[in-house]
Structures are given as C-alpha cells and as structure tokens.
C-alpha cells in the first residue's frame, strides 16, 4: 500500500503515518487524517457517504466525514484495493461506566437518529434496510439452535462447548421464543410500515470505541460502516445491553438511560416492547455457538471459555432484569 500515492488522490500531501489498530493516522498539510483500507464494495460506500453527508447537513456535525477524491468520488482504488480518507478526531473513547459520559452519548445518539431521519441514498448508492426483518431473523436463529442441539446430543464423544452448549441451550431456546411473542405483542408490523415511510436510521455500532469524547465534552461518532435503515429503537437497547454488563444488569441505570434519549425523542409503549424484545433474545449465545460451529473464529478453547463468561452473566441476571423491565413498561 503506497501511502502517499493515497494521499495525493485526495489532494493531500502526506508527510508522516503510524498504524493504529487496522488504520493509519497521517500527518498531513490539511491536518490529522486516517487513512483505511475499506473492505466495502463502492456501492455500500456511497451508502455509508451519504448518509454522514445527509446528517452533516441536517446539523448532527460531529462525525468521521470521508475526504472526496480528485475522482469525484469518496474513495480511491489502488491495486484493487479500495481506500477511504477521513479527518481524524481528536479525544478519548467513551467510558460506560462513567454517568455523564452515558448521558451525553445517549443524548447523542437520539440527536443522530433525528438528524437521519428520511435519509434516501444517492442512484448508485446500496439500499442497506434492515426494517422488517427482526421477526424472520429470530425464527431463523432459533431453528439454528434447535438444529445444533440435535446434533449436539447425536455427537458420541462431546467436546468442552457440546457440554457447555447443552447446559445451556433449553434456557436460551426458551429465552428466544419469549422474546419473538414480545415483539409480536409490540404491534412490530405497523412499526415498520410507519419506519419505512420516515426512512428511519441506525448506526449499527454504537459502542464506546466509536463514541469520542472531545476535550470540550463533545460526542462524536466514527464508524458508519455497518450504519442502514432500521429501527432506531435497535441501537439504543444494544446500548444499553452493552452498558449492563458492566453494571450487573441493574435496571436504574438502564431506565436513566432510555429517559435520557426519551428526553430528545420520545419513546412509545411499542417502543419500549421491542426493547424487551431486544433485551430478551439471547443474541450472545446465538453469536458465540455459530462462531464454534461454524468455524467463524480462529478461537482456541481457552478464548471460548473466557468469552462463554459473558453468556453466563447474562443467564444469572436476564430474567430478573426483563421481569423489571416488563412491569415498568
């Protein structure tokens, strides 16, 4: 990859770079600026532009804006391999289990899904829309688990996960049919005829490494890459599950947490439902079992049973956390 070359097709002139994570930072005559390689067809890219360019002119200012290149594009190609560059923001990541840097990135995150709302991508651009979906998707997931049960017990010799597995799985099995009846119950249909028609959005992955805290306090938001169309209310309740494992699933910081964003856009009973819904499924175990089934990960046992930890966390303390969560509905 030839740095430089990058950095002239957008019109900088690179003078130094450092890796970070799987980014380089540059020092440049138009200040700080990452430069990537995008492991994105152009068409979702142009779907990914858009929609920061959309929520920079809507007000929601404090984001990752990509650089255009000499090619009018936001993107070059060097080697068939394609490269974005964006200004670098300058702060720390946000920290969850600190009370006003929750608070001000909750608020944030309302003001986003504000800013996006009615978004419509450019001709060219993908139609990332994940509206509608969630009913097919946790039928799908829950055959899955029923399918890899059955093979589990079939197996005569099991392995440490088969065991781990099939300790678990009739909890979650359990879990995950209660939360497709609370999505049915939350009127998720009409929902999302009335989200089609206001072209709501997500980021997708609103997590506190692509939360930045500015100096000034400021909230700003990186990484679109998984940004579509979709019901806000799936960022906000993703959240808040990834705050409850730091905080034992304790249902007065998640309640502050969604007056927080109710503070901006009010939040509706329906709403409220999918939340539960969301809280519900046992996304988690899920995720873990195809990633060892499936071979998804280059995990060894040791990895597994450390990050089997957070799926037993959430069993200790799902059920009473939903039963909160349900009588506060």
Same mark, same amino acid.
């Given at each position: ?142 055959? +899955?688990?029923?399918?890899?049960? !059955?093979?589990?017990? @079939?197996?005569? #010799?099991?392995?440490?996960? *088969?065991?781990?597995?099939? %300790? ?123 990633? +060892?089934?499936?071979?998804?990960? !280059?995990?060894?046992? @040791?990895?597994? #049973?450390?990050?089997?930890? *957070?799926?037993?966390?959430? %069993? ?14």
């Amino acid at each position: 990859m030839q740095i430089e070359a990058i950095g002239r097709e957008f019109d900088c002139r690179i003078y130094s770079f450092r890796p970070l994570r799987a980014v380089y930072i540059a020092e440049t005559n138009r200040g700080p600026m990452i430069v990537k390689e995008a492991y994105k067809d152009p068409d979702k890219l142009l779907y990914i532009h858009g929609l920061k360019e959309y929520l920079y002119e809507n007000g929601f200012s404090n984001l990752d804006r990509y650089l255009m290149a000499r090619n009018g594009l936001p993107f070059v190609i060097q080697d068939n391999r394609i490269f974005v560059m964006e200004s670098f923001i300058h702060g720390r990541e946000c920290c969850f289990t600190n009370p006003f840097d929750r608070e001000n990135a909750v608020k944030a995150l309302a003001r986003l899904h504000m800013c996006g709302k009615g978004y419509e991508p450019t001709t060219g651009a993908s139609a990332r829309n994940n509206i509608g979906k969630w009913d097919k998707s946790h039928q799908k997931k829950i055959n +899955y688990l029923l399918e890899i049960k !059955n093979k589990a017990i @079939a197996k005569r #010799k099991k392995d440490f996960y *088969d065991k781990m597995y099939l %300790r678990d799985v009739d909890f979650m099995i359990h879990m995950a049919w209660r939360a497709y009846d609370t999505l049915m119950d939350s009127n998720y249909k009409e929902v999302c005829k009335k989200a089609e028609n206001d072209r709501t959005i997500c980021h997708h992955d609103y997590t506190y490494h692509n939360i930045i805290i500015s100096n000034a306090n400021t909230v700003n938001v990186i990484d679109f890459d998984y940004s579509c169309h979709e019901l806000p209310i799936y960022d906000l309740a993703a959240f808040v599950m990834k705050v409850m494992k730091r905080f034992y699933f304790d249902i007065d910081i998640a309640l502050k947490i969604i007056n927080d964003y109710d503070s901006i856009i009010p939040l509706s009973r329906n709403d409220l439902m999918m939340m539960l819904s969301i809280f519900e499924f046992p996304q988690r175990f899920w995720r873990m079992t195809e990633r +060892y089934y499936e071979d998804k990960t !280059n995990w060894d046992e @040791a990895r597994f #049973k450390q990050k089997y930890g *957070d799926v037993d966390l959430v %069993r200790e303390h799902i059920m009473a956390f939903t039963e909160k969560f349900r009588k506060y509905i």
